[in-house]
T-cell receptor
């Protein structure tokens, strides 16, 4: 079975500090996409960042960056200068060529003022 | 901007009843999908479609039917509701490139379904 594992059910960070959320995945494919999605209390999911597996350079979107280790099948999300609005559930996900997208169980991030 | 619209937002059913969750998008997306979200399990794909007239099963399709007669609409039907189908359901859509979608999903606000 191809799965996504988020080993940290909950994380907390002090406002303005940096936090890293972990994600590992299991696939036998060589070409795929990886994602981090954010689900705030409003429940609507929002794309945070996307990484294409064939690209060696780590993706960055403002305060959000990833550490993509293809050989280790690891895809962690780093949030710098954390803000109160970053508090949410964060889901790691990947998609295979057959349009099937798989999500991890999520990490609940709390930001302390 | 409407985006992805799901109705109803809340529904309570009795075991054995049937119902349809509606999903509509106004972004001309070819790809549409339904997920269920359960505590501790993240989102699981139920069914998806890459265009009108084309549907396929995801990870947990049993007990659910879908159809795609137009680009805009992708309803999810529960034929005979069971308590195990109590969940929050999300519809999501995306654009398609070269026959596959590249994962930037646009989600609806979710529908909370309770089956007694």
């Amino acid at each position: 079975a191809q799965t996504v594992t988020q080993s940290q059910p909950e994380m907390s960070v002090q406002e303005a500090e940096t936090v890293t959320l972990s994600c590992t995945y299991d696939t036998s494919e060589s070409d795929y996409y990886l994602f981090w999605y954010k689900q705030p209390p409003s429940r609507q999911m929002i794309l945070v960042i996307r990484q294409e597996a064939y690209k060696q350079q780590n993706a960055t979107e403002n305060r959000f960056s990833v550490n993509f280790q293809k050989a280790a099948k690891s895809f962690s999300l780093k949030i710098s200068d954390s803000q109160l609005g970053d508090a949410a559930m964060y889901f790691c996900a990947y998609i295979l060529g057959n349009n099937d997208m798989r999500f991890g169980a999520g990490t609940r991030l709390t930001v302390k003022p | 901007n409407a985006g992805v619209t799901q109705t109803p937002k809340f529904q309570v059913l009795k075991t054995g009843q049937s119902m349809t969750l509606q999903c509509a998008q106004d972004m001309n997306h070819e790809y549409m999908s339904w997920y269920r979200q359960d505590p501790g399990m993240g989102l699981r794909l139920i069914h998806y479609s890459v265009g009108a007239g084309i549907t396929d099963q995801g990870e947990v399709p049993n007990g659910y039917n879908v159809s795609r007669s137009t680009t805009e609409d992708f309803p999810l039907r529960l034929l005979s509701a069971a308590p195990s189908q109590t969940s929050v359901y999300f519809c999501a859509s995306s654009y398609v490139a070269s026959g596959s979608f590249t994962g930037e999903l646009f989600f609806g606000e979710g529908s909370r379904l309770t089956v007694l």
